[in-house]
């Protein structure tokens, strides 16, 4: 991984890229793994669980 291929994505009110730069096609799988898991990573930021529970939490984008 280098910096200069990452990208920042938020996820309130919708999904989108703040920083960086992402291909159509990353751009959708990023914005369907978000739709998975956005209630664990809200929780997870808010504090309401950790990191295990977060990682017990997240699902891939099916056929991925």
Same mark, same amino acid.
């Not at 950790?50 to 990682?55: A, I, P, R, S, V």
């Given at each position: 991984?280098?910096?200069?291929?990452?990208? !920042? %994505? /938020?996820? #309130?009110?919708? @999904?989108? !890229? %703040? /920083?960086? #730069?992402?291909? @159509?096609?990353?751009?959708?799988?990023?914005?369907?793994?978000?739709?998975?898991?956005?209630?664990?990573?809200?929780?997870?930021?808010?504090?309401?669980?950790?990191?295990?529970?977060?990682?017990?939490?997240?699902?891939?984008?099916?056929?991925?």
């Amino acid at each position: 991984m280098s910096i200069d291929n990452t990208a !920042v %994505v /938020a996820l #309130r009110p919708v @999904p989108r !890229v %703040v /920083a960086g #730069r992402l291909g @159509p096609d990353d751009r959708r799988l990023v914005y369907e793994w978000a739709g998975l898991n956005y209630e664990a990573i809200l929780a997870y930021w808010d504090e309401e669980i950790d990191t295990g529970e977060l990682l017990d939490r997240l699902r891939p984008v099916p056929g991925v």
